[in-house]
């Protein structure tokens, strides 16, 4: 029942963003006539929505592993990883060289990550076990990304695609844990690479390095919509390791809406 409410608190944001895209895209189309893509324009894109990063790799693998494994010594204990949600925002430009076809680059702002969720936790202290009821580890790291990209614009503009490289530059690191033991809540929260992990051991493959300041990846967007206002997106895609000295790379799922101005 727990693991079902953490799903519906990650993915409350999206069924949001579905409902508010529905609601202005009726607007849109009543005021808004479907404009074509023209050759020569430049378009300008703000889009906005849930970023979903899925973390892989072979620390990902050995955190697993570690938790089989802890799961065998200690038949009540629990543990998952789950992807990190968050909101994304950006603005985009391109030019369209063609009538079908654009180059363009841009910024976003997408914080990136993964969570660890345990209960019935045993971990060795200095002369007596301790043992958390539950304990939470939320690992951040928000970035600014620089996509370029081809786009190419179907059915008279109302499908688009774009993919290329993205070049991911990490603004900040943040690590926060809450552990609850008898009805008290310990909170720690620090930087990676800057503080120390004090509730847990077990996991030597958690990272508390810093991140990676440049870390490439690569991306392809479907946008549904009017090409001249209210589009819908939906971004898979794939980077490489986040963090320094760790095998962390990510899967990337974004959905969101954006508007285009044409000029």
Aim: overall charge neutral; proline content about 5%; aromatic content about 12%.
């Amino acid at each position: 029942m727990s693991q079902f409410k953490s799903w519906v608190t990650q993915f409350s944001p999206l069924i949001f963003i579905l409902l508010l895209y529905s609601n202005l895209s009726a607007q849109d189309k009543k005021s808004r006539v479907q404009k074509d893509p023209e050759k020569g324009a430049i378009n300008i894109e703000v889009t906005a929505g849930l970023n979903i990063t899925t973390p892989v790799g072979v620390s990902v693998n050995n955190i697993n592993a570690a938790i089989e494994n802890r799961s065998k010594i200690y038949p009540d204990y629990e543990a998952n990883l789950y992807p990190k949600t968050a909101a994304y925002v950006g603005v985009l430009f391109d030019y369209q060289f063609h009538e079908i076809a654009a180059i363009g680059s841009g910024l976003m702002y997408t914080p990136k990550g993964f969570w660890l969720f345990e209960d019935n936790v045993t971990e060795p202290g200095l002369t007596n076990p301790i043992f958390y009821e539950r304990r939470k580890t939320f690992i951040t790291v928000d970035y600014f990304d620089i996509p370029l990209y081809i786009k190419t614009y179907f059915k008279n503009g109302l499908i688009s695609l774009r993919f290329g490289p993205v070049i991911s530059m990490a603004l900040l690191s943040k690590v926060r844990i809450e552990a609850q033991s008898n009805g008290q809540h310990e909170k720690d929260k620090y930087r990676l690479g800057e503080g120390s992990n004090s509730f847990i051991h077990q996991y030597s493959d958690l990272p508390n390095s810093i991140p990676k300041f440049i870390v490439p990846g690569f991306e392809a967007v479907l946008n549904i919509g009017n090409t001249g206002g209210l589009q819908g997106s939906l971004v898979i895609g794939f980077s490489g390791s986040l963090i320094e000295a760790v095998d962390i790379k990510s899967i990337i799922a974004r959905l969101g809406i954006s508007y285009t101005i044409t000029k």
